[in-house]
């Protein structure tokens, strides 16, 4: 009889903590005590384990087995701990040797009949597990392609607890071998070139893609507003290596991976239902709360159609998302932290009744006033631009000539967020993006000339607008300097800036 160790990951959130599972079995009646806050789901893991390594032709120890999960205070859930149960308690067993369980992390759930199971969150598990030092692991084949995206750590697949085991032994078994990365194939975003007329609304489209604000689209139904936001994401420039893994590990943890293609390497869309629930928007569930929509369209677009129709409580919830860029959840059991610096893009309707023409509106003014009210000032505030669609009755003749396809407009933006990078790179700043840039930031380093500002201070002056809505103000004009390839905003940048935040353009 012994003591054994073996080597898993908790997550919180999309952070990872090694957790050193270790297994004592010694004199007493056969039972199987799991310590360490493990929730439901891991204390049923005792009876999968046991039968996953009896029908592995192993024989489970018949004395009394105590497994411990360190950090004892971390709470811990899930299934992925099973193959580290499994093996630690056979090595305290003196079933195989613990020579390899050293520096090797084990993931994956047992079925009852050996085999081993694809588990959410691998990426973000093999960070924490690189970082805690550990320098092999061990997880279900169908993960090895996620698997492969984290380098400096040496990777095996296995299909059944057996090759697992045989492995440990040292006997001449051939686990997966992680496959080559291959690069996902390019998404398919429809065209620019589709929508017709609304010029507006494209050059509102345009500015957002160009300087990553936040939109508002209103109009009758049927002119173009969900139509515009879903050509948003094939505007924006792709990930790179360092987005792409923090998109990817959100969306593990969420277990809305590709098997075939796991890395995310252009920015997610997320389109989200009237009808969803504060917890499935911003994440929530029992335990440890899991990644919402807010948190999967990190880096991306998050697109609220019917805005006005969703409850005020569960719109208002993204407020410090927009602000901070990041969703924290607190639970019992602890505060799961998710990314969220997303693109929000809402559409909504003048009214509930909606007509083609809004001189056959049969809302009277507090039915206007009631519904529009629904998205509250707070949320407004912190949308940068705000764009009212032309009605259907006047799209035909909006034009005279064929509209921009996506690869032009696409190649404007483009240029412009260079000009943008190469510009906050060069004082030293890490943004990407105008939308980045922290409102001291552009009041005192990069502060314009008071002539440029005069109308934002006539704007606060009046109460016209507030502190935050002038810091977007000036955001915006840097946005719309960048695509006008200036070296500064003008007094008309600013002036066109501001006209994006008139209250009539949602009214």
Known sequence: MGLAQAWSVALCGVDGLAVEIEADVGVGQPRTHLLGLPDASLHESKERVKAAVRNSEEEWPKQRIVLGLSPANLPKGGSSYDVAIAC???????????????????????????????????????????????????????????AALVDGITLHGAQTLAEVLAWLRGEAVELHEPPTPADPPLPTVPDLADVV?????????????????????TGPPGTGKTMLAERLPGLLPPLNRQESLAVTAVHSVAGVLSFDYPLVASPPFVNVHHTTSIA???????GMAKPGAASRAHKGVLFL??????????????????????????????????????????????????????????????????????????????????????????????????????????????KARTRAATRWSSHGHPWQANALVPGPALRREFALPRPTTTLLDRALAVGALTGRGADRCLRVAWTLADLAEADSPTQDHVAAALQFRERRAYT
């Open 88 to 146: 630690a308690t056979l090595a305290a067993a003196g079933s195989i040797p613990c020579d390899r369980l050293a520096t090797t992390v084990l993931l994956g759930e047992l079925a009852l009949d050996g085999r081993v199971r694809a588990v959410r969150g691998v990426l973000p598990a093999l960070l924490a597990a690189r970082r805690a030092g550990l320098t092999t692991a061990i997880v279900p084949v169908d993960a090895l392609p996620e």
């Open 280 to 286: 499935a928007l911003i994440g929530g569930g029992s």
């Open 305 to 414: 159609d019917e805005a006005c129709e969703f409850g005020q409580k569960t719109i208002d919830t993204l407020r410090t998302a927009l602000e901070e860029g990041e969703v924290r959840i607190p639970r019992r059991d602890g505060i799961a932290r998710y990314p969220a610096r997303f693109q929000l893009i809402l559409a909504t309707n003048p009214c509930p009744c909606a007509p083609p023409k809004e001189t056959d509106c049969i809302c009277t003014a507090t039915v206007r006033r009631r519904y529009q009210t629904r998205l509250s000032g707070p949320l407004l505030d912190r949308v940068d631009l705000r764009v009212r669609m032309r009605a259907t009755t006047a799209m035909a003749n909006a034009d005279a000539t064929p509209p921009e396809p996506t690869a032009v407009v696409r190649a404007r933006v483009l």
């Open 197 to 217: 007329g609304q010029p507006e609304a494209r050059w509102a489209l345009e500015v957002a893609a160009a300087g990553a604000h936040h939109l508002l689209l």
